[in-house]
């Protein structure tokens, strides 16, 4: 599911890339089909998604642990 949501998003992106003349349709077409770059992606969200609720869950219990 996130590897789809992942593709609209580079799809979209690619697209803005290349109404702004940064990139070429083809270049675009590869930055929005890679799949290497879309597992990169993937596992960024996946990572940054743990150290948030670990972050989360860190400050919770100090707030706790200090309540006490």
Request: proline share 1%.
């Amino acid at each position: 599911m996130t590897d789809q949501i992942v593709r609209i998003v580079l799809r979209y992106l690619a697209g803005a890339l290349v109404t702004y003349g940064l990139a070429s349709a083809a270049s675009a077409e590869q930055i929005a089909t890679d799949p290497v770059l879309i597992d990169w992606i993937v596992a960024g969200i996946g990572a940054a998604i743990a150290l948030v609720t670990e972050r989360w869950f860190s400050k919770s219990d100090a707030a706790a642990l200090a309540r006490r």
